[in-house]
């Protein structure tokens, strides 16, 4: 048993620099957003508008088209009230580590949760122009 208990705690993970103490405190916080399925490969972001007067803080919990689920904070894991914060998918990728094979473009759904509610846009540049890629989020 206590072999578990440090293989648990080797595993706990690292988002943004600190340490989650259970790696799923954030799954509790209420869910404000859910994105559909983007692709992981440029060109491809969200917009987040807190809206509340008490800071938004952030957790992101995605999953590929396998099923696979990964969750953590984002880099920016709070935004300040009434702020505004943008975000690549690529870079929410990286943050949780999410596998991208070369030459395979990986796609992924993402939930955004906070306790404070939350105004989320996506946006797509693939086409050279950035445009709102955005249907009803909720």
């Not at 690292?14 to 983007?38: E, K, Q, T, W, Y």
């Not at 509340?52 to 984002?74: A, F, I, K, Q």
């Not at 894991?77 to 690549?88: D, K, T």
């Not at 070369?102 to 939930?111: H, L, N």
Request: hydrophobic residues 40%; proline residues 7%.
């Amino acid at each position: 048993m206590k072999a578990i208990s440090r293989i648990m705690a080797l595993s706990t993970l690292l988002f943004a620099g600190s340490a989650m103490a259970d790696g799923h405190a954030g799954l509790n916080m209420p869910l404000r957003a859910s994105v559909g399925i983007l692709p992981i490969q440029g060109g491809e972001f969200l917009s987040m508008v807190c809206e509340s007067d008490n800071p938004c803080p952030l957790y992101v919990d995605v999953s590929t088209v396998n099923g696979t689920r990964y969750h953590g904070e984002p880099e920016q894991s709070r935004i300040e009230p009434w702020g505004y914060h943008l975000v690549s998918v690529d870079d929410i990728a990286f943050t949780l580590d999410v596998p991208r094979p070369a030459g395979v473009v990986t796609w992924i759904s993402i939930r955004l949760r906070s306790t404070e509610p939350l105004l989320v846009q996506t946006w797509s540049s693939a086409s050279g122009t950035l445009m709102n890629t955005t249907s009803v989020i909720r």
